[in-house]
């Protein structure tokens, strides 16, 4: 499976923006001027709304958690483009939602996700090698790091919480923002962003 950036971000974009109870700079990480750039380069369908947003809109304040995920994914990053800093705090910041990491950047599945990982930091799919649950597989590497051990077993093959790392996440699509009226699509190709719906 393979899936441009303009469609990554797209998904991306649209889910944070269904939610109403924050600024979309909040549901994304990211402040006002990084996802202005992050539009014109990828998703113009966005630019009508971010010119709602109030000019001074921040990413609101880091999770306690946050930093540190924001930064082991940049470690791991292939490019060190601008765009994989976005998606590391889009990635950093989705990850405190409920439901699989997939689910809340708004992909249609797990592939899509395990492609954005492979293409824009490929050293944790390596390091992922027994496909555990992301948001697990993260979490764990923070807490090794830190010298905290989060496992009860001495590994995976005997361990009882082995279901709940490496289930399948399975699930559906979660609803999006409905399209701003001002914009009108002109056409829509596998690369090409979709609307905010
Ligand atoms: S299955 Fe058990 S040992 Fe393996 S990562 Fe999960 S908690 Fe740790």
């Known amino acids: 499976m393979r899936i441009s950036d303009p469609l990554l971000f797209s998904r991306m974009t649209a889910i944070a923006a269904a939610e109403s109870e924050r600024p979309l700079t909040e549901a994304l990480g990211l402040d006002r001027s990084s996802l202005e750039r992050?539009?014109?380069?990828?998703?113009?369908?966005?630019?009508?709304t971010l010119a709602t947003l109030p000019p001074d809109a921040d990413r609101g304040a880091d999770a306690l958690e946050e930093p540190d995920l924001r930064a082991y994914l940049l470690e791991h990053r292939a490019a060190h483009s601008e765009e994989e800093g976005w998606l590391a705090a889009i990635v950093a910041r989705r990850s405190l939602r409920p439901n699989h990491l997939w689910q809340d950047l708004?992909?249609?599945d797990r592939g899509e996700l395990t492609w954005l990982f492979r293409r824009h930091f490929p050293e944790l799919v390596a390091k992922n090698r027994f496909d555990m649950k992301w948001k697990k597989f993260f979490y764990r590497a923070l807490c090794e790091r830190e010298g905290v051990p989060i496992c009860k077993a001495p590994n995976c093959e005997v361990c009882n919480d082995a279901v709940s790392c490496f289930?399948?996440?399975?699930?559906?699509?979660l609803p999006k923002a409905p399209?701003?009226?001002q914009w009108l699509?002109?056409?829509i190709g596998t690369d090409t962003p979709l609307p905010l719906r």
């Open 38 to 48: 992050l539009a014109w380069r990828h998703v113009p369908a966005l630019l009508p």
């Open 106 to 108: 708004g992909l249609a």
């Open 167 to 173: 289930a399948p996440e399975i699930g559906s699509m």
């Open 179 to 181: 399209p701003h009226p």
């Open 185 to 187: 699509p002109v056409s």
